[in-house]
C-alpha cells in the first residue's frame, strides 16, 4: 500500500484514481458473475458522474439509490463525489411511505430505482416533486448500463472541499420516521483509515460486501478495500445462498457481518462453518451478540479467524470501538467478551452522568459520548436535533448508557430510553437478556419494562424458544435468580414466535412495548 500518497487523499473518488493509476488491470470488484479492473470500476464511476452532470446533478445535490445491493450503488458514490453530489442510499425494506418520506426529505434529483422497487415507485411517484429522472437498474430492460453506455464526455472532478457531504444515510428509525445523516468526505476518510488499519487490510485481503448499502456495515465498510487496494466481492443479499460461493469460489477473507446472520450460518451445519473458518477477519455488531452465541462462535471457528467486535452508530460514519480478537480467545480476560472493546485510533469516549451532565467516576455507568473526525456533519435539514446531538465541543451524544473500566474498555449496557427503573434501581435490559438467553430452552430474547403498581416498572422478558423446546416461565426466572440480583430478574415472561428486528439486526422495543407492555 503507498501510504504516503493514500494519506493525502482528500475525496472519496481519489481512492479509486489512485489504485488505478497503479494497478489498472488488478481485480477491482466482484458481483455475482461480472468482474471488474480498476480502471474499468474508475471508468464506470467517470461516466455515470457525466450522465448525472448530463441530468442536471449540481453540487450538493441528492442523488438516491433503492435497490438491494448492486455495484451501481458502489459506483454511484464514486460518481457523487466526482461531481459535488451526495448518494442518498434508501433502505429497500421500508415501506412505500417511508420510501416516500426517505426520498421527499433528502429532495432527491435522480433515483437508481432496482427493478424489483419499480411497483413502489409507481405508486409513490406522484408524491416526490423533486425527482426529474429514474434509472431502472437490472432486469429487463436494464435501464443503467445503457446510461452508462450513452454518457457523454467525462469532464473531470468539481471542486470538492473535505467537509463537503458525499454520502447520507438514514438511521434505522427505531421510533418514528428515520433522520438522515449527513456524512462528508472528511468524516468517511477518517473511519476508513482507522478501520483499515484494525483489519489490517492490506495485499492478499478480499473483502465481503454482504450488510446491506443503505447501513454504514455495508457503505463505509466497502470503503475500506477501496483504500485498501483489494478486491471487492459484493453480494446481493447478506444470506447463506450469497455468502458462501463468495468465500468458497470468490476467494473472500474479510466481513462484516450483524450476530444474527452469523448465528444463521452456525446453525446452516458444516459447511457453513467450514466457509467462515477460511475468513482471516470476521467482525461484528450493529447489535449485540448474546455471549452464548459469541461463546460457541469463539468455539467453533478456528485461531486462524481473526475476531473483532464493533460499536458504532450511523452517526460517526460507522465503527467508534472494537474488541480484539486476543480479548475473544484470553480465558483470563473472559469479561472482556461482554464489551464493546477500546476507542479505535482517532476516537474519544467519555461517559457523562445522564442527570448531572457531569463525567461519570470509572465503573460508573452514564451517557456513552464520542468526539472524532468521523463524526457526521449533522441532521439532514433538522438544526435542532442535531444541536441536540452534537455539542459545542464536538461531542456526539449516543444516547447509550454504558461504562468504561480501569483498562479503557466500554461496557454498553442499554438505550439511555430503554432503561428500566424498578423500584428507583437502574436495570440494563442487556444484562438481563444475556442472563435469559444462557438457558438451554431460549433462542432468541428481548426485555422491556412494564408499569408496576408497586415498584413503578417491572422487568418482563419477550422470549422465542428454541425449536421443540417448551418455555417453563418459573424455570427461566428461577434460573435467572442464580445469576442476578433478584431485583433484576424477569417478573414475568411472554413467548414469541419472533423477535421485530429492524435491518440492521436492533429489536424494535417500541413494537414489543405495543405488543407485549400491557
Known sequence: MDADALADIRRLDAMVDHWADRKPDALALVFGDQK??????????????????????????????????????????QAASRVGAVNTVVNFRLAPDEVAYVLEDAGATVLFVGHEFVEVWKQIADRINTVRKVVVVGGSPDEYEELLASAPAYEGVVDVQPDDAVNQ????????????????????????????????????????????????????????????GVPTVLV????????????????????????????????????????????EALAYGASPMPLPLLERCVQLLPTTVSLMQVYGLTEVS?????????????????????????????VEVRILDP??????????????????????TGYWNRAQATAEAIDSDGWFHTGDIGYLDEDGY????????????????????SEVEN????????????????ADEKWGEAVRAVVVPVPGQRIDAAEIIEFCRGRLAHYKCPKSIVVT????????????????????GQ
Open 36 to 77: 471488474w479492473t480498476w480502471r474499468q470500476f474508475q471508468q464506470r464511476g467517470e461516466k455515470l458522474a457525466a450522465a448525472l452532470v448530463a441530468a442536471g446533478v449540481r453540487p450538493g445535490d441528492r442523488v438516491a439509490s433503492y435497490d438491494k445491493n448492486h455495484v451501481a450503488c458502489l459506483e454511484l458514490t
Open 169 to 228: 444515510l438514514y438511521t434505522s428509525g427505531t421510533t418514528g420516521f428515520p433522520k438522515g445523516a449527513v456524512l462528508s468526505h472528511r468524516a468517511l476518510l477518517a473511519h476508513t483509515r482507522a478501520c483499515t488499519e484494525l483489519f489490517q487490510t492490506c495485499e492478499g485481503r478480499v473483502s465481503l460486501v454482504a450488510m446491506p448499502l443503505f447501513h454504514v456495515g455495508g457503505s463505509s465498510y466497502s470503503l475500506i478495500a477501496l483504500y485498501a
Open 236 to 279: 446481493r443479499e447478506a444470506h447463506p445462498t450469497y455468502l458462501l460461493p463468495a468465500i468458497e469460489e470468490n476467494g473472500a477473507n474479510q466481513a462484516f457481518l450483524v450476530p444474527a446472520l452469523i448465528g444463521m450460518l452456525l446453525a446452516a451445519g458444516e459447511p457453513a462453518i467450514h466457509a467462515l473458518g477460511k475468513l
Open 318 to 346: 460507522g465503527v467508534a470501538t472494537s474488541l480484539a480478537d486476543g480479548d475473544h480467545r484470553d480465558p483470563a480476560v473472559r469479561h472482556r467478551l461482554l464489551s464493546a472493546g477500546k476507542a479505535n485510533p482517532g
Open 355 to 376: 442527570g448531572t451532565s457531569a463525567p461519570a467516576e470509572q465503573g460508573v455507568s452514564g451517557e456513552v459520548q464520542l468526539r472524532t473526525e468521523q463524526v457526521m
Open 410 to 429: 466500554l461496557f454498553i449496557h442499554d438505550r439511555l430510553k430503554d432503561m428500566i427503573i424498578s423500584g428507583g434501581e437502574n436495570i440494563y435490559s
Open 435 to 450: 442472563a435469559v438467553a444462557a438457558h438451554p430452552s431460549v433462542a432468541d430474547v428481548s426485555v422491556i419494562g412494564i
Open 497 to 516: 414466535e419472533e423477535l421485530p428486528r429492524n435491518p440492521s439486526g436492533k429489536v424494535l422495543k417500541n413494537d414489543l412495548r405495543k405488543t407485549f
